[in-house]
């Protein structure tokens, strides 16, 4: 498995209160998989892919990342985040932006193939912009070099914390087929993280709908898998149905809140 959380709880401490963000939390993730992640605010979308990541540490339960702890995958550099801000250094050119993960270490030392920076940009459509520095690039062009740099260390998992939420839809729904196209292309298993129903609902094989509490309820997608995309598969019934199931459910963790 790509992922594996057995049972697994989080704990803060805030103001001399403990607040949990979820408990006993279970879920397997095959690596290829391409699982997205729904629910409200404060529900621990975010905490659950920094569990993963080692930058948050389990309080009880066991995770577990290609069979091994978090902290190990993460020194194997098994995985790579992407934040909903590309965070690209501002002085550096768009290429020594991608190649900046291979000047602070080595890929990941699973990945079956190397990918180059320039062949990574060309994967994500900027093969002419090399010398362009961030400001001159648009939002979603810059989303695309941050995805690039992520995957120069040819990470085996692939973290996604909104990367799109702050894009207008038309620009989203291009780097949404961008991204399975990118996700088709390098077998990477992918755990996104979304506020958006339909984004949620046409890139994942799976869908958790988190709730507060702790709870998760992991539902079937449309996703065909790489290689079989349908790009009107946005405007079937299939979709509308299952938009309309997501928010259903989302309905019931708020209600449930305010009850």
């Not at 978090?70 to 909903?84: I, K, M």
């Not at 940009?121 to 520095?133: I, K, N, T, Y």
Request: charged content about 20%; hydrophobic content about 45%; overall charge neutral.
């Amino acid at each position: 498995m790509a992922v594996d959380f057995d049972r697994v709880a989080v704990q803060f401490t805030i103001n001399a209160s403990t607040v949990s963000p979820f408990r006993d939390l279970s879920f397997k993730i095959p690596v290829g998989a391409f699982w997205t992640i729904i629910g409200p605010s404060g529900c621990g979308k975010s905490t659950l892919l920094r569990v993963v990541s080692d930058l948050v540490p389990a309080a009880s339960g066991t995770a577990r990342v290609f069979d091994s702890s978090p902290r190990e995958a993460r020194l194997r550099r098994d995985l790579a985040f992407v934040f909903q801000e590309a965070t690209l250094l501002p002085w550096r050119n768009i290429l020594d932006n991608v190649r900046l993960p291979l000047e602070v270490g080595p890929p990941s030392r699973g990945a079956a193939q190397k990918a180059s920076p320039e062949r990574l940009l060309d994967l994500v459509g900027l093969s002419r912009w090399h010398s362009a520095l961030p400001q001159q690039l648009s939002g979603g062009m810059r989303q695309r070099v941050a995805i690039a740099r992520a995957m120069v260390s040819s990470p085996r998992l692939l973290l996604m914390d909104e990367p799109f939420g702050a894009l207008d839809e038309l620009i989203r729904d291009g780097l949404n087929d961008e991204l399975l196209r990118i996700w088709a292309e390098t077998g990477t298993t992918v755990l996104f993280v979304t506020h958006s129903l339909t984004e949620a609902a046409y890139l994942g094989q799976k869908i958790m709908v988190m709730a507060k509490g702790g709870t998760a309820t992991i539902i079937d997608g449309l996703n065909p898998g790489p290689g079989l995309q349908e790009g009107g598969r946005r405007d079937s019934a299939d979709f509308v149905a299952l938009v309309r199931r997501l928010r259903e459910l989302l309905r019931g963790s708020y209600e449930a809140e305010i009850a």
